[in-house]
């Protein structure tokens, strides 16, 4: 069966015109190249900036609430203090407003995980130090506050495993996040994918799948290699 499905499949020319332009797709994708071809479409100009400073985030913050955007994507990347194991921390919060765009707020130190006497890293090969409120920005409740601006003046909020976000910067920042909890004020890509396809469905095959954006961490893994 499976070489009759085969032979069936080669002798389709639109079957391997199909087989080659997802092979090409594939190709450029994983070379992070703007699939112009796809549809049509050509990847909007990147502007993405990273907040340094308190002025920074106040300022974009302030415009961001004030163009009414209804819905925006947030991500926060973080983990858990080994020394308060009920504890989610957060070092970075990112929002994006639209295709292009991205903001990304740092409000952490990182800082190296110890060595302990006996060589081996002190929390188990976490790689970062624990955390504390003395790992914090100096503007750490300038930029708290703002954040917390922004979601409770943002109509939607849209999210890869946003339940496990909402957790987070209610822990982090004391945002009430159940008013989030229904289809009208969220939208969780994961899954939604989840719902359409049984296989693996990471932000990354999601990229690949449904935007024109190419691997985005295809720059940092050349950078790993060389």
Not at 2 to 12: E, Q, R, V
Not at 145 to 155: G, S, V
Not at 184 to 195: F, G, N, P, V
Request: with cysteine.
């Amino acid at each position: 069966i499976g070489c009759n499905a085969h032979y069936s499949f080669a002798s389709n020319t639109a079957g391997i015109e199909s087989l080659i332009k997802q092979l090409s797709f594939f190709r450029d994708a994983a070379n992070d190249r703007s699939l112009v071809a796809l549809d049509g479409l050509s990847y909007p100009d990147r502007d993405y900036k990273v907040l340094w400073t308190p002025e920074e985030i106040e300022s974009e913050i302030t415009a961001e609430i004030a163009a009414g955007y209804e819905e925006i994507a947030i991500d926060v990347e973080g983990g858990t203090d080994t020394g308060r194991p009920d504890h989610n921390y957060v070092t970075t919060f990112q929002w994006s407003h639209g295709p292009g765009h991205a903001r990304v707020i740092p409000l952490l130190y990182e800082r190296p995980e110890p060595i302990g006497e006996d060589g081996l890293p002190l929390y188990g090969g976490a790689g970062v130090d624990r955390k504390s409120k003395a790992d914090r920005f100096p503007h750490y409740e300038i930029a708290a506050q703002q954040i917390r601006n922004l979601i409770n003046n943002t109509k939607r909020l849209i999210g890869q495993n946003l339940r496990g976000d909402l957790v987070s910067i209610r822990d982090e920042f004391g945002i009430e996040v159940r008013q989030f909890c229904t289809a009208e004020r969220s939208w969780d890509t994961m899954l939604a994918y989840h719902l359409l396809a049984k296989d693996e469905y990471g932000l990354k095959q999601m990229v690949l799948r449904f935007t024109n954006m190419g691997a985005y961490d295809a720059p940092m893994m050349r950078w790993c290699i060389d």
